[in-house]
């Protein structure tokens, strides 16, 4: 390992370069089971029927939207816990950005 600052030779278990003191940076990898994000379960403003809450689930987790809209309607009539949960994801859940145009030249 070699200083970014000096560029002289640095031992790996030290954390400071020898000859000129510069912080040694650690090229550690993140601990294991750490998966960082890359996106976000937001509702779409296209192909939503209600407030988008389905379809951001759809998208999300790459299920089928129809399979998806029927099973939040079973929820819903048997269980009066579906409705709950379903306005409680309206208000959760953020609504995802406005597509800018494309730019034509």
Known sequence: MFCSHCGNQVDPSS??????GAPAAPAAAPPMGYYPSTTQLTR???NRMIAGVCAGFAIHYGWDLNL???LTALMIVLTGVGAIAY???WV??????????????
């Open 44 to 46: 779409p403003r296209t």
């Open 87 to 89: 306005i409680a994801a």
């Open 68 to 70: 998806v809209r029927v």
């Open 15 to 20: 954390r400071f370069c020898p000859a000129c």
């Open 92 to 105: 959760i859940i953020p609504e995802a950005p406005y597509a800018l145009p494309v730019k034509s030249t």
